[in-house]
């Protein structure tokens, strides 16, 4: 018997964001696999199968695994899985397990990008959303970052280290930025500067970047 796998999104953090959806979908699962702050937002868990970053894949399988035998496995992304989140690795696995597409439902969740947007009143269908995050390409950022547009980055590496590569690549230095750090937790910062001062700044990994 098959059972079902829900990808679900879990917003930026903080329980508030949390949709009613994903509160009644994790109760209602026999497993729930997750990071351990994911996990710790949900009051009402049967089985935790917690991870760390390294542990990932491996918690990833196992998950699927058990929906291969019947259960139903919640699988938690943070912010939305569709988003640098899960969501294609959770596919690539079920699909090399044989589970199928049919029984995976997706819940989106509110995204740090859309979060980011909003605290800095953008309208983001109007803007270059790009995600450099397990990846090494940010150079691909320079054919849009003088486009007109606003560029809403998730930065792939220290926000600093960021904002010295796009001066170094002849990005003006006097260009307004945003930097929205731990957003919606107790101590999330907006800080609005430019580049060559966010260049001197240290941020913790969890940022989103607002090119303006
Ligand atoms: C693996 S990606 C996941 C993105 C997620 N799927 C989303 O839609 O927000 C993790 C990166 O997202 C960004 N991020 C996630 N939550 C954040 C938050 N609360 N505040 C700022 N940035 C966040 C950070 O850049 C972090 O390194």
């Known amino acids: 018997m098959t059972g079902k796998i829900y990808i679900i999104g879990i917003g930026p953090g903080a329980s508030e964001y949390l949709t009613k959806k994903a509160i ?13 702050r ?6 009402d868990v049967q089985n935790k199968i917690a991870f760390n970053v390294k542990e990932l894949l491996d918690k990833l399988e196992e998950g699927v695994g058990l929906a291969c035998n019947g259960n139903a496995v919640s699988i938690l992304s943070t912010g939305d899985p569709g988003f640098s989140g899960v969501l294609n690795t959770v596919l690539r696995i079920s ?3 044989g589970f199928p597409k049919e ?8 995204s740090s990008l859309q979060l980011a947007a909003a605290r800095c009143h953008i309208q983001w269908d109007s803007a ?16 849009v970052i003088n486009n007109g547009k ?3 980055a998730l930065p792939s590496r220290k926000v600093k280290d960021m904002a010295q590569f796009l001066i170094d690549n002849g990005v003006d230095e006097n260009r307004e930025v945003t930097v929205c750090e731990r957003l919606s937790y107790p101590d999330e910062r907006i800080v609005d500067a430019n580049l060559k001062e966010i260049a001197q700044s240290e941020f913790t990994y969890m940022c989103i970047m607002v090119i303006k």
């Open 24 to 36: 009644d979908t994790v109760k209602a699962s026999d497993y729930t696999v997750g990071s351990t």
């Open 38 to 43: 994911a996990i710790e937002l949900f009051d």
């Open 95 to 97: 699909a090399e397990k």
């Open 103 to 110: 029984s995976i439902e997706v819940i989106p969740g509110i």
């Open 128 to 143: 270059n959303v790009m995600t450099f995050h397990g990846r090494e390409n940010i150079e691909e950022i320079l054919p």
């Open 150 to 152: 606003t560029t809403i």
